[in-house]
Nanobody, 121 residues
Framework: VQLQASGGGLVQAGDSLRLSCRAS????????MGWFRQAPGKEREFVAN????????RYADSVKGRFTISRDNAKNTVYLTTNNLRPEDEAVYYC???????????????WGQGTLVTVSS
């Protein structure tokens, strides 16, 4: 499974971006997908995830109410809509995927290359 993330860029505080992550290759029939981020000098942290059927989503407290994760299974693509971006949201954002029974336990088997989000104040 290969994951290709895109959509990052330089924005001002308060702006929005939509990140995309397309999965290709032998994707599991039921797979969960998630977004993580890593800021310079910090550890990678969980941002959001979505299960294979779109019925359940989960968010880090720091992004609740501002970020929305969604997916289009027909396109094998997961999106992260980021609204009201703050300087502390600046990071490399990574998408990840894995079999549903693993991702519901926070374990991901496949990772994308990351897309940089830069937020100026």
């Amino acid at each position: 499974v290969q994951l290709q993330a895109s959509g990052g860029g330089l924005v001002q505080a308060g702006d929005s971006l939509r990140l995309s992550c397309r999965a290709s290759g032998s994707t599991p029939i039921k797979y969960g997908m998630g977004w993580f981020r890593q800021a310079p000098g910090k550890e990678r942290e969980f941002v959001a995830n979505i299960d294979w059927s779109n019925d359940r989503t989960r968010y880090a407290d720091s992004v609740k109410g501002r970020f929305t994760i969604s997916r289009d299974n027909a396109k094998n693509t997961v999106y992260l809509t980021t609204n009201n971006l703050r300087p502390e949201d600046e990071a490399v954002y990574y998408c990840a995927a894995g079999p549903h029974y693993r991702t519901i336990n926070g374990m991901y088997d496949y990772w994308g290359q990351g897309t940089l989000v830069t937020v100026s104040s």
